[in-house]
């Protein structure tokens, strides 16, 4: 009765490990995007899938951007932690000068745009593209 119990209680302990398994951010890479007026830089982010990314979005300018980019965040993981930094519709507000950072792994291949979605900066030159190999 105890051995069954405890053989139980083993699996239902060792369950969850298994079925999941946490993106190992030791390994990330940091890829630091400069955002200025109107440009990010680099403009193409080569990456690859399953690899964990430390992504940096640093602005060199005291006015408001964002790294928007639905597709993309919704082809990978975001760390936990960095969830709330994202916002549903895919986008990373970096205000005034400042420096936000996103852990990102992506998970599947392909081509995926991205843009600053103030006022006219796309048109002005903001947008770029992340290409996950
Ligand atoms: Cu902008």
């Keep these: 009765m105890l051995a069954r119990m405890a053989i139980a209680l083993a699996l239902f302990v060792s369950a969850?490990?298994?079925a999941q398994t946490a993106p190992d951010w030791s390994k990330a890479e940091t890829v630091t995007i400069g955002l200025s007026s109107y440009a990010f830089t680099p403009s193409t982010l080569n990456?690859?899938?399953?690899?964990?990314?430390?992504l940096v979005f640093a602005s060199s300018v005291t006015k408001d951007h964002n790294f928007a980019?639905?597709?993309f965040f919704q082809s990978g993981i975001v760390a936990d932690a960095d969830k709330a930094k994202v916002s549903k519709d895919g986008e990373v507000e970096v205000d005034d000068?400042?420096?936000?950072?996103?852990?990102?792994?992506?998970?599947?291949?392909?081509?995926?745009p991205f843009d600053c979605t103030h006022f006219m900066h796309a048109t002005l030159g903001m947008k770029g593209t992340?290409?996950?190999q």
């Design 97 to 112: 000068g400042g420096t936000v950072t996103v852990d990102f792994v992506p998970e599947k291949a392909g081509t995926y």
């Design 69 to 71: 980019a639905p597709a």
């Design 16 to 18: 969850p490990a298994v």
């Design 47 to 54: 990456l690859r899938v399953g690899q964990p990314y430390h």
């Design 130 to 132: 992340a290409v996950v």
